[in-house]
């Protein structure tokens, strides 16, 4: 089956440690994004990157990093400098930037709890 | 990005058409309309997409009226499983990708 895999559901840290995210797509897709949602809110972008070893800040980078060494992953790491990280994180890929190939497919999320 | 707005909250049905508004009256002539949905604790499901024709496929129909200025999601026969929150996003192609999500419309499909 083709699709994005996000691990763990459900993560619970202690406030101070860094965490980190998985986020794997079989889809061959080029681009792969990070969106943070809180409740009742919508998608906020976090950081993104269209092809491996480049990626781009979105609009709440600050506390968190990413890297892009393979094309199948797009790991997230949730710094002890991000503020408020209880929320929902949602990754998403596309097949890149053509017209056909721009629409982004979301994994099913991994709630994040610091204690 | 053009922004969208959508009723906060609508009511359907079970086996009625849900028709779902969205206003995007400064939308560029660039820009394509996107429809997402979202179950409860799940992540945005993709429903379909287009430009300025009317667009089908297995899931919805999507309808943009001549001017671009707003387009209708149209679910044709909507079940208990439809009930989500449905996001209408502007969006162009070739800008890095990001989509802007709004509050979206709840949709609460009733027996």
């Known amino acids: 089956d083709g699709g994005i895999t996000q691990s763990p559901k459900y993560l619970f840290r202690k406030e101070g440690q860094n965490v980190t995210l998985s986020c794997e797509q079989n889809l061959n897709h080029d681009a792969m994004y990070w969106y943070r949602q809180d409740p009742g809110q919508g998608l906020r972008l976090i950081y993104y990157s269209q092809i491996v070893n480049d990626f781009q800040k979105g609009d709440i980078a600050e506390g968190y990093s990413v890297s892009r060494e393979k094309k199948e992953s797009f790991p997230l790491t949730v710094t002890s400098a991000q503020k408020n990280p209880t929320a929902f994180y949602l990754c998403?890929?596309?097949?890149?930037?053509?017209?056909?190939?721009?629409?982004?497919?979301f994994g099913p999320g991994t709630r994040l709890t610091v204690l | 990005d053009a922004k969208t707005t959508q009723p906060t909250s609508m009511d359907c049905a079970e086996g009625r058409a849900a028709n779902l508004p969205c206003n995007h009256s400064t939308i560029s002539g660039n820009e394509y309309v996107y429809w997402y949905r979202q179950i409860h604790s799940q992540g945005p499901q993709y429903i379909i997409h287009g430009l300025k024709n009317n667009e089908t496929n297995e899931m919805a129909s999507l309808i943009i009226t001549e001017d671009r200025k707003s387009s209708t999601l149209i679910l044709p026969h909507a079940t208990l499983r439809d009930t989500a929150v449905y996001y209408c996003?502007?969006?162009?192609?070739?800008?890095?990708?990001?989509?802007?999500f709004g509050q979206g419309t709840e949709l609460s499909v009733k027996p």
């Open positions: 998403a890929s596309s097949g890149g930037t053509g017209v056909s190939t721009d629409t982004q497919y």
């Open positions: 996003i502007v969006s162009r192609f070739n800008q890095g990708g990001k989509l802007i």
